[in-house]
């Protein structure tokens, strides 16, 4: 079983920054992927920003975030980061930490998660 734990979350003010971090510690990889989900109430989760390495750094974003969000891990570590600045009311909601699965070295729609987080909350109000 791999646990993947967030934490970072918060309340803010549109225009506020705020960084999640994820760990996971089980998470035993050939190439590493990692990223973030969110879900608003009432909607469907989904994809916000992975990162791929299989010798090469690739990340993708969903349109809504690019310019504003940047993935990142921890050189050799199971960790993922997502920096997040001028944060909008739009970005509120629970973010999901993902690892592994297939798929993700295409983009967050071919991504397969294999893992997930528990989430971690975040309000923009």
């Known amino acids: 079983h791999v646990q993947l734990v967030e934490s970072g979350g918060g309340l803010l003010q549109p225009g506020g920054s705020l960084r999640l971090s994820c760990e996971a510690p089980?998470?035993?990889?050939?190439?590493?992927?990692m990223g973030w989900f969110r879900q608003a109430p009432g909607k469907e989760r989904e994809g916000v920003a992975v990162l791929w390495d299989g010798g090469e750094k690739v990340a993708h974003y969903d349109d809504s975030v690019k310019d504003r969000f940047a993935v990142s891990q921890d050189n050799g570590k199971n960790t993922v980061k997502l920096e997040m600045n001028n944060l909008k009311p739009e970005d509120s909601g629970t973010y999901y930490c993902?690892?592994?699965?297939?798929?993700?070295?295409?983009?967050?729609?071919?991504?397969?998660?294999?893992?997930w987080g528990q989430g971690t909350q975040v309000t923009v109000s």
């Open positions: 993902a690892a592994g699965g297939t798929g993700c070295r295409n983009g967050l729609s071919s991504w397969s998660v294999g893992y």
């Open positions: 089980g998470y035993t990889y050939d190439t590493y992927c």
